[in-house]
């Protein structure tokens, strides 16, 4: 690959829709397994007991493995340490794979619809608008998650039924959390800001991981903390973070603001005196730390 392969994208988008494929199934089937809270934790139990799906998951891991493992041995590519580093990545957390490729240059990033694309901000605002309204649905419906759990917690317990049905919705909601999570820091010049600006959203895909842990009898020793309880605070945090966030997106308050032009002036008007005066701060700042150094300089 030459430097110059670095600036075009990929050719064909057979294979990174395969493997893209391929890791969403894994993701899908990862959400079953995991137990999401309350009468959610017997019925993922059954599931994982459930041995074809147990093989179907080390099945995807070993073919998203093998597919990744040119990368992990290659040393003649300009880019050798990244697609190792990628690679590495997908191997340890296969559903990666979705959004992430160790083949391609680092530059670039495949998704369906939309095909090869250079990693930027104007892609990664792009993706995180077009991920806001579905991304909104998806969190009101924790509302009704939260309710049946909070009214029916005994009827839950004794209607095999109704506690696979608010698994599947459970399972549903934490899949469409972690692959949004998953593209959009894949995209994400800076990942470690991202990822604590969105903190939350995290939160509520790795605790399921934690309550799954528990099950296992490997992690038993270690006497992890249940983490049902924790879900049922987090989730409703999550909706209101997501409101909010989709409120910045779209830049509803402003427009909302705009249709009363003299307080909206009030508004802008107030906003820049606090502009202007975290500005004042800063260049005394400077003018602090210029002065500290030259002195030591003189010294």
């Known amino acids: 690959m030459t430097s110059s392969a670095a600036d075009s994208p990929p050719a064909g ?22 137990p999401h809270g309350g009468a959610s934790e017997d019925v993922s139990q059954r599931i994982w007991a459930f041995e074809p799906l147990r093989w179907a998951l080390l099945a995807l891991w070993v073919l998203i493995a093998l597919e990744s493992l040119p990368s992990l041995l290659a040393w003649r590519r300009p880019d050798a340490g ?21 083949h391609a240059p680092r530059e670039w990033f495949w998704l369906p619809g939309s095909g090869w694309q250079r990693r930027d901000e104007e892609r990664f605002h792009a993706l995180e608008v077009r ?6 649905i998806v969190a009101f ?18 209607m095999p039924d109704m506690a696979i049905a608010l698994h599947v919705l459970t399972s549903a909601i934490w899949f469409a959390f ?20 969105h903190w939350i959203n995290l939160l509520i895909i790795v605790l399921p991981l934690v309550a799954f842990l528990r099950t296992l009898a ?7 903390a249940k983490a049902s309880k924790a879900l049922q605070t987090v989730r409703l945090r999550v909706l209101f973070a997501r409101a909010h966030r989709i409120a910045l997106l779209l830049n509803l308050v ?20 606090r502009k202007r005066k975290e ?11 210029e002065a500290q150094i030259l002195e030591r300089r003189q010294r």
């Open 13 to 34: 988008s057979f294979r990174p829709g395969l493997m893209f494929a391929l890791a969403l199934c894994m993701l899908m089937l990862i959400g079953l397994v995991l």
């Open 82 to 102: 990244s697609a190792r580093l990628r690679a590495l990545l997908v191997l340890l957390i296969p559903p990666l794979r979705a959004a992430v490729s160790p």
């Open 131 to 136: 991920f806001a309204i579905p991304m909104l």
């Open 141 to 158: 419906l924790i509302v009704p998650v939260i309710v049946a759990e909070f009214l029916f917690d005994i009827e839950i317990q004794n």
């Open 178 to 197: 972690a692959l949004e999570f998953m593209v959009l820091i894949s995209v994400a010049a800076k990942k470690g800001q991202f990822a604590r600006e």
């Open 218 to 224: 490997l992690f038993k020793a270690l006497k992890l």
């Open 254 to 273: 402003e427009r909302v603001l705009a249709l009363r032009p003299e307080y909206y002036l009030r508004v802008l008007q107030a906003r820049e005196e």
């Open 279 to 289: 500005l004042e701060d800063i260049r005394k700042r400077i003018e602090a730390v």
